[in-house]
């Protein structure tokens, strides 16, 4: 009898100490929810400054047009979409600050790490059309994985090295993407993608999750 009341104890004890530590958990949670939603409003102030940089670009090039240095037909694709070094850096680490976490459904914690915040950077980053360079520069340092972005159309871009891993990349198209050295472990394609890609890049699609 007095083992059974010891180990009715001890039963109870484990059930408080897994109360308290979702408790804890849900604190956490709450507090980075707190910076998540301070890096979200940089985040707009950071893309506001990238329409900013491209308006100024576009500017300069019509500037260019009249003063007969290019022709409408001919005008470098930078002039149009180059964001500056320092913008780039905030970019660059805004990606790096959004770090995954699990959402909460109903009164619980998912089991799934996410982050649709970075999906939301790259998606804004993919729909401006930036210069190989920058796009480049930006994709290769910058850290996606995590992202939740679902359905896209990527043409005409270069993607070295980008980290996708463990994405949600459901229904996505990418046409003319060049990618080498990409990460996209347990990326998430389980709806039908378009893949068109340059050169000979069947390992992008390796170590995929469908579900």
Not at 132 to 147: C, E, K, L, R
Not at 150 to 174: H, P, Q, R, T, Y
């Amino acid at each position: 009898m007095l083992l059974g009341l010891q180990d009715e104890k001890f039963g109870i004890q484990n059930m408080l100490l897994r109360d308290q530590n979702d408790r804890i958990k849900l604190q956490n949670n709450l507090l980075e929810a707190d910076r998540r939603s301070s890096l979200v409003f940089l985040m707009s102030n950071i893309l506001d400054k990238m329409d900013d940089e491209i308006k100024i670009n576009l500017m300069r090039t019509k500037n260019a047009i009249n003063r007969g240095e290019f022709s409408p037909d001919s005008i470098p694709e930078r002039l149009r979409y180059k964001l500056s070094d320092a913008l780039i850096g905030r970019i660059i680490a805004l990606s790096r600050a959004f770090q995954p976490y699990q959402m909460m459904q109903s009164d619980t914690l998912s089991g799934q790490l996410v982050s649709p915040e970075r999906g939301q950077l790259f998606i804004s980053l993919m729909q401006n059309k930036l210069d190989s360079a920058t796009q480049n520069t930006i994709v290769a340092a910058g850290d996606f994985s995590y992202a939740i972005i679902g359905k896209i159309s990527i043409e005409n871009a270069v993607l070295d090295e980008i980290n996708l891993a463990f994405s949600s990349l459901k229904g996505a198209n990418f046409r003319n993407v060049r990618i080498s050295n990409g990460q996209f472990q347990y990326s998430d394609f389980s709806e039908p993608i378009k893949v068109s890609l340059l050169k000979n890049q069947e390992s992008f699609l390796t170590n995929r999750r469908f579900s």
